[in-house]
Protein backbone atom coordinates (compact mmCIF):
# COMPACT_ATOMS: atom_id res chain seq x y z
CA UNK A 1 0.00 0.00 0.00
CA UNK A 2 1.85 3.44 -0.68
CA UNK A 3 0.92 6.22 0.86
CA UNK A 4 0.72 9.70 -0.37
CA UNK A 5 -1.33 13.47 0.84
CA UNK A 6 -4.10 14.39 -0.38
CA UNK A 7 -2.98 17.25 -2.59
CA UNK A 8 -0.23 15.28 -4.22
CA UNK A 9 -2.89 13.44 -5.36
CA UNK A 10 -5.53 16.30 -6.58
CA UNK A 11 -4.89 19.75 -6.42
CA UNK A 12 -8.30 20.61 -7.29
CA UNK A 13 -10.26 18.86 -4.27
CA UNK A 14 -10.50 21.94 -1.83
CA UNK A 15 -11.67 24.58 -4.79
CA UNK A 16 -13.96 21.71 -6.05
CA UNK A 17 -17.46 23.54 -5.40
CA UNK A 18 -19.05 19.73 -5.95
CA UNK A 19 -18.06 18.55 -2.45
CA UNK A 20 -20.10 21.28 -0.79
CA UNK A 21 -20.08 21.54 3.37
CA UNK A 22 -23.27 20.64 4.64
CA UNK A 23 -24.19 22.07 8.18
CA UNK A 24 -26.20 20.44 10.74
CA UNK A 25 -28.47 21.83 13.48
CA UNK A 26 -26.02 21.03 16.11
CA UNK A 27 -22.52 19.64 16.41
CA UNK A 28 -19.88 19.77 13.55
CA UNK A 29 -20.44 20.44 9.42
CA UNK A 30 -19.66 17.25 7.18
CA UNK A 31 -18.28 17.52 3.75
CA UNK A 32 -20.46 16.00 1.24
CA UNK A 33 -18.49 13.56 -0.83
CA UNK A 34 -21.25 11.84 -2.43
CA UNK A 35 -19.53 12.60 -6.12
CA UNK A 36 -15.82 12.46 -5.31
CA UNK A 37 -15.03 8.96 -6.58
CA UNK A 38 -17.51 9.86 -9.49
CA UNK A 39 -15.18 13.33 -10.16
CA UNK A 40 -12.15 12.56 -8.71
CA UNK A 41 -11.72 8.66 -9.17
CA UNK A 42 -11.26 8.93 -4.92
CA UNK A 43 -12.85 6.95 -2.35
CA UNK A 44 -12.74 8.08 1.48
CA UNK A 45 -11.18 5.84 3.54
CA UNK A 46 -12.27 5.95 7.19
CA UNK A 47 -13.10 2.13 8.46
CA UNK A 48 -13.85 2.74 12.05
CA UNK A 49 -15.82 5.79 10.73
CA UNK A 50 -14.23 8.25 13.06
CA UNK A 51 -15.49 11.03 10.39
CA UNK A 52 -18.06 9.88 8.63
CA UNK A 53 -21.73 11.12 8.88
CA UNK A 54 -23.28 8.05 7.73
CA UNK A 55 -26.84 9.71 7.21
CA UNK A 56 -28.60 12.74 8.31
CA UNK A 57 -31.03 12.25 11.45
CA UNK A 58 -33.19 14.00 13.66
CA UNK A 59 -33.64 11.97 16.36
CA UNK A 60 -30.43 11.90 19.04
CA UNK A 61 -27.65 14.53 19.14
CA UNK A 62 -24.53 13.34 20.94
CA UNK A 63 -21.64 16.00 21.88
CA UNK A 64 -19.25 14.02 23.11
CA UNK A 65 -16.07 17.39 23.78
CA UNK A 66 -19.51 18.66 26.71
CA UNK A 67 -21.06 15.33 27.22
CA UNK A 68 -24.35 16.42 26.06
CA UNK A 69 -27.04 13.65 24.81
CA UNK A 70 -30.06 14.91 23.62
CA UNK A 71 -33.00 13.19 22.57
CA UNK A 72 -35.03 15.12 19.96
CA UNK A 73 -33.39 18.41 21.55
CA UNK A 74 -34.36 17.28 24.86
CA UNK A 75 -31.12 16.85 27.60
CA UNK A 76 -30.81 13.23 28.75
CA UNK A 77 -31.04 14.52 32.34
CA UNK A 78 -34.65 16.11 32.11
CA UNK A 79 -36.08 13.16 30.33
CA UNK A 80 -34.37 10.94 33.32
CA UNK A 81 -35.78 12.98 36.02
CA UNK A 82 -39.81 13.79 34.32
CA UNK A 83 -40.28 11.37 31.88
CA UNK A 84 -41.20 7.84 31.35
CA UNK A 85 -39.90 5.04 29.00
CA UNK A 86 -43.24 5.17 27.35
CA UNK A 87 -43.27 9.13 26.59
CA UNK A 88 -39.89 9.11 25.69
CA UNK A 89 -40.21 6.12 23.24
CA UNK A 90 -43.07 8.06 21.64
CA UNK A 91 -40.77 11.39 21.27
CA UNK A 92 -37.91 9.02 19.53
CA UNK A 93 -40.22 7.62 17.34
CA UNK A 94 -42.49 10.90 16.26
CA UNK A 95 -40.31 13.61 17.55
CA UNK A 96 -42.46 15.70 20.06
CA UNK A 97 -43.72 14.95 23.32
CA UNK A 98 -46.92 13.63 23.22
CA UNK A 99 -50.11 14.99 24.80
CA UNK A 100 -52.10 13.05 27.76
CA UNK A 101 -54.50 11.61 24.52
CA UNK A 102 -51.82 10.98 22.74
CA UNK A 103 -49.87 9.17 24.90
CA UNK A 104 -52.87 6.66 26.41
CA UNK A 105 -53.57 6.28 22.85
CA UNK A 106 -49.60 4.90 22.79
CA UNK A 107 -49.76 3.05 25.72
CA UNK A 108 -53.15 1.73 24.93
CA UNK A 109 -51.70 0.47 21.32
CA UNK A 110 -48.47 -1.34 22.89
CA UNK A 111 -50.62 -3.10 25.27
CA UNK A 112 -52.42 -4.53 22.35
CA UNK A 113 -49.61 -5.43 21.15
CA UNK A 114 -47.29 -7.21 23.74
CA UNK A 115 -48.35 -10.40 23.74
CA UNK A 116 -45.89 -12.63 21.71
CA UNK A 117 -48.03 -15.92 19.58
CA UNK A 118 -48.25 -19.10 22.03
CA UNK A 119 -46.12 -20.74 18.31
CA UNK A 120 -43.34 -18.43 19.25
CA UNK A 121 -43.04 -20.23 22.73
CA UNK A 122 -42.10 -22.94 21.34
CA UNK A 123 -38.75 -21.53 19.49
CA UNK A 124 -37.98 -21.13 23.47
CA UNK A 125 -37.77 -24.97 23.53
CA UNK A 126 -34.90 -24.95 20.42
CA UNK A 127 -32.15 -23.42 22.83
CA UNK A 128 -30.34 -25.29 24.96
CA UNK A 129 -31.50 -24.16 28.65
CA UNK A 130 -28.41 -22.66 29.54
CA UNK A 131 -28.14 -20.31 26.38
CA UNK A 132 -27.07 -16.76 26.40
CA UNK A 133 -30.41 -14.98 26.29
CA UNK A 134 -28.83 -12.44 24.04
CA UNK A 135 -28.44 -15.67 21.71
CA UNK A 136 -32.60 -16.24 22.47
CA UNK A 137 -33.20 -12.80 21.86
CA UNK A 138 -31.34 -12.73 18.24
CA UNK A 139 -33.16 -15.95 17.43
CA UNK A 140 -36.59 -15.15 18.92
CA UNK A 141 -36.72 -11.43 17.33
CA UNK A 142 -35.40 -12.67 14.05
CA UNK A 143 -38.65 -15.45 13.91
CA UNK A 144 -41.14 -12.52 14.57
CA UNK A 145 -40.42 -11.93 10.90
CA UNK A 146 -41.42 -15.68 10.24
CA UNK A 147 -45.04 -14.21 11.51
CA UNK A 148 -45.65 -11.22 10.41
CA UNK A 149 -43.75 -10.98 6.90
CA UNK A 150 -47.27 -11.15 5.03
CA UNK A 151 -48.55 -8.61 6.57
CA UNK A 152 -46.14 -6.51 6.51
CA UNK A 153 -45.79 -3.60 3.49
CA UNK A 154 -42.86 -1.26 4.26
CA UNK A 155 -43.83 1.40 1.72
CA UNK A 156 -47.33 2.13 3.77
CA UNK A 157 -46.69 4.31 6.49
CA UNK A 158 -49.22 2.59 9.01
CA UNK A 159 -47.90 -0.38 8.59
CA UNK A 160 -44.56 0.81 9.39
CA UNK A 161 -45.83 2.02 12.42
CA UNK A 162 -47.55 -1.27 13.51
CA UNK A 163 -44.40 -3.26 13.08
CA UNK A 164 -42.70 -0.43 15.44
CA UNK A 165 -45.08 -0.50 18.02
CA UNK A 166 -45.13 -4.65 17.73
CA UNK A 167 -41.51 -4.01 18.05
CA UNK A 168 -41.58 -2.28 21.78
CA UNK A 169 -44.51 -3.97 22.60
CA UNK A 170 -43.23 -7.27 22.38
CA UNK A 171 -40.29 -7.14 23.89
CA UNK A 172 -40.69 -7.44 27.36
CA UNK A 173 -41.96 -10.91 26.71
CA UNK A 174 -39.30 -11.66 24.57
CA UNK A 175 -35.92 -10.43 27.05
CA UNK A 176 -37.97 -11.69 30.40
CA UNK A 177 -38.83 -15.03 28.35
CA UNK A 178 -35.32 -15.62 27.67
CA UNK A 179 -34.51 -15.66 31.03
CA UNK A 180 -37.43 -17.88 32.93
CA UNK A 181 -36.97 -20.17 30.08
CA UNK A 182 -33.05 -20.41 31.23
CA UNK A 183 -34.34 -21.31 34.73
CA UNK A 184 -36.79 -23.45 33.63
CA UNK A 185 -39.47 -21.60 35.20
CA UNK A 186 -42.70 -20.80 33.08
CA UNK A 187 -43.21 -17.73 31.36
CA UNK A 188 -45.96 -15.17 33.03
CA UNK A 189 -48.13 -12.45 30.46
CA UNK A 190 -48.10 -9.04 30.58
CA UNK A 191 -50.33 -7.30 32.86
CA UNK A 192 -51.55 -4.27 31.08
CA UNK A 193 -52.85 -2.94 34.46
CA UNK A 194 -48.92 -2.25 34.70
CA UNK A 195 -46.90 -0.03 32.87
CA UNK A 196 -44.43 -0.91 31.08
CA UNK A 197 -41.00 -1.31 33.29
CA UNK A 198 -43.24 -2.77 36.46
CA UNK A 199 -44.86 -5.28 33.45
CA UNK A 200 -41.11 -6.06 32.77
CA UNK A 201 -40.27 -6.88 35.86
CA UNK A 202 -43.31 -8.94 37.17
CA UNK A 203 -42.62 -10.97 34.26
CA UNK A 204 -38.74 -11.03 34.88
CA UNK A 205 -39.36 -11.99 38.39
CA UNK A 206 -42.79 -13.36 38.73
CA UNK A 207 -43.57 -16.59 39.41
CA UNK A 208 -46.81 -18.65 38.45
CA UNK A 209 -47.69 -19.76 41.84
CA UNK A 210 -46.80 -16.39 43.71
CA UNK A 211 -48.42 -12.76 43.64
CA UNK A 212 -45.57 -10.53 42.73
CA UNK A 213 -45.63 -7.05 43.81
CA UNK A 214 -44.05 -4.43 42.12
CA UNK A 215 -41.73 -2.14 44.37
CA UNK A 216 -42.53 1.38 42.84
CA UNK A 217 -38.99 2.86 43.34
CA UNK A 218 -37.42 -0.46 41.38
CA UNK A 219 -39.66 0.07 39.13
CA UNK A 220 -38.93 4.05 38.50
CA UNK A 221 -34.89 2.91 38.80
CA UNK A 222 -35.92 0.75 35.99
CA UNK A 223 -37.46 2.90 34.10
CA UNK A 224 -35.08 5.62 34.06
CA UNK A 225 -31.99 2.64 33.14
CA UNK A 226 -34.61 2.15 30.16
CA UNK A 227 -34.56 5.75 29.48
CA UNK A 228 -31.15 6.05 29.47
CA UNK A 229 -30.49 3.80 27.05
CA UNK A 230 -33.33 4.12 24.37
CA UNK A 231 -30.92 6.02 22.02
CA UNK A 232 -27.72 6.72 21.35
CA UNK A 233 -27.63 8.15 17.68
CA UNK A 234 -25.25 6.15 15.22
CA UNK A 235 -23.65 3.46 17.34
CA UNK A 236 -22.74 0.16 16.13
CA UNK A 237 -26.11 -1.64 16.40
CA UNK A 238 -28.01 1.43 15.32
CA UNK A 239 -25.70 1.94 11.95
CA UNK A 240 -26.10 -2.28 11.82
CA UNK A 241 -30.46 -1.76 11.54
CA UNK A 242 -30.09 1.07 9.24
CA UNK A 243 -27.37 -1.14 6.71
CA UNK A 244 -29.90 -4.20 7.21
CA UNK A 245 -32.88 -1.91 6.75
CA UNK A 246 -31.03 -0.16 3.54
CA UNK A 247 -31.70 -3.30 1.47
CA UNK A 248 -35.28 -3.22 2.49
CA UNK A 249 -35.56 -6.36 5.14
CA UNK A 250 -38.37 -7.25 7.17
CA UNK A 251 -37.73 -4.80 10.08
CA UNK A 252 -37.85 -7.84 12.65
CA UNK A 253 -34.80 -9.26 10.75
CA UNK A 254 -33.46 -5.84 10.93
CA UNK A 255 -33.90 -5.70 14.76
CA UNK A 256 -32.46 -9.09 15.16
CA UNK A 257 -29.53 -7.72 13.15
CA UNK A 258 -29.02 -4.70 15.50
CA UNK A 259 -29.07 -7.18 19.10
CA UNK A 260 -26.70 -9.09 17.44
CA UNK A 261 -24.11 -6.44 16.99
CA UNK A 262 -25.09 -4.42 20.73
CA UNK A 263 -24.06 -8.21 22.21
CA UNK A 264 -20.38 -7.47 21.86
CA UNK A 265 -18.01 -6.36 25.38
CA UNK A 266 -17.20 -3.11 23.00
CA UNK A 267 -21.38 -2.02 22.70
CA UNK A 268 -23.38 -3.31 24.71
CA UNK A 269 -22.08 -6.46 26.67
CA UNK A 270 -20.21 -3.76 28.01
CA UNK A 271 -22.12 -3.42 31.21
CA UNK A 272 -21.51 -7.72 31.96
CA UNK A 273 -17.87 -7.44 31.47
CA UNK A 274 -17.82 -4.14 34.19
CA UNK A 275 -19.28 -6.40 36.96
CA UNK A 276 -17.06 -9.46 35.96
CA UNK A 277 -13.97 -6.91 36.20
CA UNK A 278 -15.10 -5.45 39.51
CA UNK A 279 -15.75 -8.97 40.79
CA UNK A 280 -12.02 -10.07 39.30
CA UNK A 281 -10.89 -6.77 41.16
CA UNK A 282 -12.00 -7.83 44.37
CA UNK A 283 -10.76 -5.20 46.91
CA UNK A 284 -10.07 -1.82 46.61
CA UNK A 285 -6.80 -2.63 47.35
CA UNK A 286 -6.35 -4.57 43.96
CA UNK A 287 -7.72 -1.28 42.33
CA UNK A 288 -4.16 0.24 41.69
CA UNK A 289 -2.50 -3.02 40.03
CA UNK A 290 -5.86 -2.82 37.45
CA UNK A 291 -5.11 0.61 36.43
CA UNK A 292 -1.85 -0.38 35.88
CA UNK A 293 -2.44 -3.61 33.73
CA UNK A 294 -5.34 -1.34 31.86
CA UNK A 295 -3.00 0.97 30.49
CA UNK A 296 -0.17 -1.66 29.87
CA UNK A 297 0.22 -2.20 26.15
CA UNK A 298 1.24 -5.88 26.09
CA UNK A 299 -1.39 -6.45 28.08
CA UNK A 300 -4.98 -6.80 27.13
CA UNK A 301 -7.17 -5.68 29.77
CA UNK A 302 -9.04 -2.50 29.88
CA UNK A 303 -11.02 -1.10 32.25
CA UNK A 304 -14.48 -1.87 31.63
CA UNK A 305 -17.11 0.98 31.56
CA UNK A 306 -14.48 3.41 30.64
CA UNK A 307 -13.95 5.27 27.12
CA UNK A 308 -16.53 5.69 24.46
CA UNK A 309 -15.95 6.85 20.90
CA UNK A 310 -17.41 9.93 20.96
CA UNK A 311 -17.48 10.85 24.91
CA UNK A 312 -13.92 12.50 25.32
CA UNK A 313 -15.74 13.77 28.59
CA UNK A 314 -18.15 12.43 31.34
CA UNK A 315 -20.97 10.55 29.75
CA UNK A 316 -23.91 12.24 30.79
CA UNK A 317 -25.76 9.02 31.39
CA UNK A 318 -23.09 7.68 34.01
CA UNK A 319 -23.68 10.41 36.22
CA UNK A 320 -27.73 9.70 36.58
CA UNK A 321 -26.94 6.24 36.41
CA UNK A 322 -24.39 6.02 39.56
CA UNK A 323 -27.19 8.25 41.58
CA UNK A 324 -29.70 5.75 40.93
CA UNK A 325 -27.41 3.07 41.95
CA UNK A 326 -27.07 4.27 45.12
CA UNK A 327 -30.87 4.74 45.39
CA UNK A 328 -31.72 1.53 44.62
CA UNK A 329 -28.67 0.16 46.91
CA UNK A 330 -29.93 2.30 49.68
CA UNK A 331 -33.66 1.47 49.24
CA UNK A 332 -32.85 -2.44 49.90
CA UNK A 333 -30.45 -1.83 52.53
CA UNK A 334 -27.62 -3.03 50.33
CA UNK A 335 -24.59 -2.36 50.71
CA UNK A 336 -22.05 -3.63 47.41
CA UNK A 337 -18.47 -3.96 48.08
CA UNK A 338 -18.57 -3.44 44.02
CA UNK A 339 -20.39 0.13 44.20
CA UNK A 340 -16.99 1.08 46.74
CA UNK A 341 -14.67 -1.14 44.13
CA UNK A 342 -16.61 1.05 41.46
CA UNK A 343 -16.69 4.60 42.82
CA UNK A 344 -12.84 4.17 43.93
CA UNK A 345 -11.85 2.67 40.35
CA UNK A 346 -13.28 5.80 38.99
CA UNK A 347 -11.33 8.09 41.04
CA UNK A 348 -8.07 6.89 40.49
CA UNK A 349 -8.43 6.45 36.95
CA UNK A 350 -9.83 9.55 36.20
CA UNK A 351 -6.95 11.34 38.09
CA UNK A 352 -4.64 9.31 36.18
CA UNK A 353 -2.51 10.79 33.35
CA UNK A 354 -3.07 7.68 30.76
CA UNK A 355 -6.83 8.35 30.99
CA UNK A 356 -6.48 11.87 31.23
CA UNK A 357 -4.48 12.24 28.08
CA UNK A 358 -6.65 9.92 26.32
CA UNK A 359 -10.14 11.35 27.51
CA UNK A 360 -11.47 8.27 28.83
CA UNK A 361 -14.15 8.85 31.38
CA UNK A 362 -16.76 6.35 32.92
CA UNK A 363 -19.23 5.45 30.36
CA UNK A 364 -23.24 4.35 30.90
CA UNK A 365 -21.76 1.16 31.61
CA UNK A 366 -20.05 1.54 34.58
CA UNK A 367 -22.96 1.85 37.42
CA UNK A 368 -25.51 0.13 35.41
CA UNK A 369 -24.62 -3.23 36.21
CA UNK A 370 -24.37 -2.43 39.73
CA UNK A 371 -27.60 -1.29 39.93
CA UNK A 372 -29.29 -3.72 38.34
CA UNK A 373 -26.96 -6.77 40.20
CA UNK A 374 -29.05 -5.05 43.08
CA UNK A 375 -32.23 -5.33 41.49
CA UNK A 376 -31.78 -9.06 40.99
CA UNK A 377 -31.03 -9.36 37.31
CA UNK A 378 -28.24 -12.38 36.84
CA UNK A 379 -25.80 -10.75 34.86
CA UNK A 380 -26.04 -12.68 31.72
CA UNK A 381 -29.61 -10.49 31.21
CA UNK A 382 -27.87 -6.60 31.68
CA UNK A 383 -27.36 -6.66 27.89
CA UNK A 384 -30.64 -8.11 27.36
CA UNK A 385 -32.14 -5.05 29.68
CA UNK A 386 -29.98 -2.92 27.00
CA UNK A 387 -31.70 -4.40 23.90
CA UNK A 388 -34.83 -3.99 25.65
CA UNK A 389 -34.36 -0.32 25.94
CA UNK A 390 -32.88 0.19 22.95
CA UNK A 391 -35.96 -1.24 20.50
CA UNK A 392 -37.23 2.35 20.76
CA UNK A 393 -34.23 3.63 19.60
CA UNK A 394 -33.56 1.02 16.71
CA UNK A 395 -37.07 1.31 15.44
CA UNK A 396 -37.12 5.31 15.23
CA UNK A 397 -33.91 5.21 12.91
CA UNK A 398 -35.87 2.15 11.13
CA UNK A 399 -39.18 4.78 10.42
CA UNK A 400 -36.61 7.78 9.64
CA UNK A 401 -34.61 6.11 7.17
CA UNK A 402 -37.74 4.17 5.78
CA UNK A 403 -39.30 7.86 5.10
CA UNK A 404 -35.35 9.76 3.77
CA UNK A 405 -34.27 6.48 1.71
CA UNK A 406 -31.19 7.10 -0.26
CA UNK A 407 -31.39 3.60 -1.19
CA UNK A 408 -29.08 0.53 -0.32
CA UNK A 409 -26.09 1.50 1.95
CA UNK A 410 -23.01 -0.36 -0.19
CA UNK A 411 -19.80 0.63 1.19
CA UNK A 412 -16.57 0.87 -0.57
CA UNK A 413 -13.07 -0.46 0.10
CA UNK A 414 -9.59 -0.13 -0.01
CA UNK A 415 -8.21 -3.43 -1.84
CA UNK A 416 -5.10 -4.42 -0.51
CA UNK A 417 -5.21 -8.25 -1.76
CA UNK A 418 -3.52 -9.66 -4.65
CA UNK A 419 -3.41 -8.06 -8.18
CA UNK A 420 -4.82 -9.98 -11.30
CA UNK A 421 -3.21 -13.06 -12.13
CA UNK A 422 -3.96 -16.20 -13.59
CA UNK A 423 -5.08 -19.67 -12.80
CA UNK A 424 -1.89 -21.76 -13.20
CA UNK A 425 -2.50 -23.26 -17.00
CA UNK A 426 -2.57 -27.36 -16.87
CA UNK A 427 0.45 -29.28 -17.30
N1 LIG B 1 -9.08 1.06 29.17
C1 LIG B 1 -7.80 1.35 28.86
N2 LIG B 1 -7.42 2.01 27.76
C2 LIG B 1 -8.39 2.40 26.92
C3 LIG B 1 -9.74 2.15 27.17
C4 LIG B 1 -10.09 1.45 28.35
N3 LIG B 1 -11.36 1.18 28.63
N4 LIG B 1 -10.51 2.65 26.16
C5 LIG B 1 -9.63 3.19 25.31
N5 LIG B 1 -8.36 3.05 25.76
C6 LIG B 1 -7.14 3.57 25.13
C7 LIG B 1 -6.77 2.77 23.90
O1 LIG B 1 -5.92 1.70 24.22
C8 LIG B 1 -6.10 3.82 23.06
O2 LIG B 1 -4.80 4.03 23.57
P1 LIG B 1 -3.60 4.45 22.59
O3 LIG B 1 -3.99 5.77 22.01
O4 LIG B 1 -2.40 4.53 23.48
O5 LIG B 1 -3.50 3.36 21.58
C9 LIG B 1 -6.90 5.09 23.35
O6 LIG B 1 -7.44 4.90 24.66
C10 LIG B 1 -8.03 5.34 22.36
O7 LIG B 1 -8.84 4.19 22.35
P2 LIG B 1 -9.62 3.66 21.10
O8 LIG B 1 -9.65 2.16 21.13
O9 LIG B 1 -9.13 4.31 19.86
O10 LIG B 1 -11.05 4.18 21.40
P3 LIG B 1 -12.29 3.76 20.57
O11 LIG B 1 -13.07 4.99 20.35
O12 LIG B 1 -11.96 2.95 19.40
O13 LIG B 1 -13.05 2.77 21.58
C11 LIG B 1 -14.39 1.91 23.28
C12 LIG B 1 -14.08 3.12 22.38
C13 LIG B 1 -15.67 2.17 24.04
C14 LIG B 1 -14.60 0.64 22.41
C15 LIG B 1 -13.20 1.70 24.24
O14 LIG B 1 -13.01 2.85 25.01
C16 LIG B 1 -13.37 0.46 25.12
O15 LIG B 1 -13.05 -0.65 24.71
N6 LIG B 1 -13.92 0.67 26.38
C17 LIG B 1 -14.21 -0.45 27.22
C18 LIG B 1 -15.51 -1.11 26.76
C19 LIG B 1 -16.74 -0.29 27.10
O16 LIG B 1 -16.86 0.21 28.22
N7 LIG B 1 -17.68 -0.18 26.13
C20 LIG B 1 -18.95 0.50 26.33
C21 LIG B 1 -19.12 1.73 25.48
S1 LIG B 1 -20.49 2.73 26.02
C22 LIG B 1 -21.87 1.80 25.70
C23 LIG B 1 -22.20 1.66 24.27
O17 LIG B 1 -22.18 2.66 23.53
O18 LIG B 1 -22.50 0.56 23.84
Redesign the pocket.
Known amino acids: MTLKYINAVISDVSNDNSLPVLDGNLGPSAVDIQTLYSRHSLLAFDP?FRSTASCKSAITFVDGDNGVLLYRGYPIEELADSSNFIEVAYLLMRGELPDAKSLKEFQDLLHQHNLLHEQIMTFYRGFRRDAHPMAIMVGVVGALSAFYHDVMDISDADSRYLAAVRLIGKMPMIAAASYTYSIGRPQRYPNNKLDYASNFLQMMFGSPVMEYTVDPVLARAFDVILILHAD?EQ??STSTVRLAASSGANPFACIAAGIAS?WG????G?NE??LKMLNDIGTVENIPKAVTR??D?NDSF????????IYKNF?PRSRVIQEQAKKVLAHLGKDDPMLEIAIRLEEIAIKDE??IE?K?YP????YSGIMLRAMGFPVNMFTAVFALARTAGWVSHWLELQEESHGIDRPRQLYVGKPLRHYPAKK
Do not use: I
Open positions: GHNALPAHGAAVAKKRLMGFGHRDYFRLNVDF
